[in-house]
């Protein structure tokens, strides 16, 4: 019934730039906090920025400054401008939406999501 789905991930030179999006789609009422995580080999998930949906932001220490998490609410999208990247930020990027939905019946639910995640590998 939902989906998000992630697209922009590649491969990028040290200091250079990309922007990841994630589309909510189906049966999406209204989309409360949207994240991005990221998860590089043999480490943990970790969370790297959030919107809610008043549009205030948080950003992980480690990309404040050079990372910009913004949304679309017409779209429910949301995007995450990356620049000055590094090849430490390289990892899977997941995007999660905690969202309100219709279900079969037409009841409006809760639930969290995910995207299925997008490689972002940054070259030395």
């Known amino acids: 019934q939902v989906r998000l789905v992630e697209s922009g991930g590649g491969l990028v030179q040290a200091g250079g730039s990309l922007r990841l999006s994630c589309a909510a789609s189906?049966?999406?009422?209204?989309?409360?906090?949207m994240n991005w995580y990221r998860q590089a080999p043999g480490k943990q998930r970790e969370l790297v920025a959030t919107?809610?949906?008043?549009?205030?932001?948080s950003y992980s220490g480690s990309v404040k400054g050079r990372f910009t998490i913004a949304r679309d609410n017409a779209k429910n999208t949301v995007y995450l401008q990356m620049n000055s990247l590094k090849p430490e930020d390289t990892a899977v990027y997941y995007c999660?939406?905690?969202?309100?939905?219709?279900?079969?019946?037409?009841?409006?639910?809760?639930?969290?999501?995910w995207g299925q995640g997008t490689q972002v590998t940054v070259s030395s």
């Open positions: 189906g049966t999406v009422a209204s989309v409360n906090a």
């Open positions: 919107i809610r949906s008043g549009s205030s932001t």
């Open positions: 999660n939406a905690d969202l309100i939905y219709y279900d079969g019946s037409g009841h409006r639910r809760q639930g969290d999501y």
